[in-house]
């Protein structure tokens, strides 16, 4: 069956360190991977999305990589701070065309950073 | 703009009732779903829309209905609503272009418990 694991247990940080997800997955063959931010009592916020032939995509302090060897991607959140505390979720795009827009989240990592 | 606005935010029904949760967006959108998002799973597609008029199921459509008679709004109905469909519903849209807009925009949910 097809299956996306993040880790289920909060991350927690020091503020200015480097944060680092994992979202695993298992049976998909995705043409992109993306990744939102949540906050408590909000709706998802779309963040990066990089596409099955890019290895790694920067967007300010933040950086994704993309393995589809391994079928893992990492999130990065580098100089973390206070703000960055949310719950991260990745979410899969498979390929073929009736596919399209109907993405598979995963369940979501919570990251807490404390100053 | 507003981006995507649902309503109601806050509904507590008993068993058996009905209701109708109404979501509206004003980018254009061709392309709007509705997800519930239960403690330690991920976002689940329940029904989608390609389009005015059309409709389509998702991962977990039963127990639900929707309309979309307007391009801006998605309504999703519970014709008996039970226990088991207590939780927190998500609307979101996006644009058809696959490589032009990828991301969803996603409302700020409604919280429902049904007694």
């Known amino acids: 069956s097809q299956k996306i694991e993040q880790n289920s247990e909060a991350l927690n940080i020091q503020e200015g360190k480097t944060a680092t997800l994992t979202c695993n997955y298992t049976?998909?063959?995705?043409?992109?991977l993306q990744w939102y931010r949540q906050d408590p009592g909000r709706g998802p916020v779309f963040l990066l999305l990089?596409?099955?032939?890019?290895k790694e995509k920067r967007k300010e302090r933040l950086k994704v990589t993309f393995d589809t060897t391994l079928k893992q991607s990492l999130f990065h959140i580098t100089a973390s701070q206070p703000a960055d505390s949310a719950t991260y979720l990745c979410a899969l795009d498979p390929h073929g065309p009736d596919s399209w827009g109907k993405l598979q989240f995963g369940a979501g990592t919570q990251v807490v950073v404390t100053p | 703009n507003a981006g995507v606005t649902q309503t109601p935010k806050f509904r507590v029904l008993k068993t058996g009732q009905s209701m109708t949760l109404l979501c509206a967006q004003d980018m254009n959108h061709e392309y709007m779903y509705w997800y519930r998002q239960d403690p330690g799973m991920g976002l689940r597609l329940i029904h989608y829309s390609v389009g005015e008029g059309t409709t389509a199921k998702g991962e977990v459509p039963d127990g639900y209905n929707v309309s979309r008679l307007k391009k801006q709004n998605f309504l999703l109905g519970l014709e008996s609503a039970a226990p088991s469909q207590t939780s927190v519903y998500f609307c979101a849209s996006s644009c058809p272009q696959r490589e032009l807009c990828n991301e969803q925009f996603f409302g700020p949910g409604t919280r429902l418990t049904v007694l």
């Open positions: 049976n998909y063959s995705p043409a992109y």
């Open positions: 990089i596409r099955e032939n890019e």
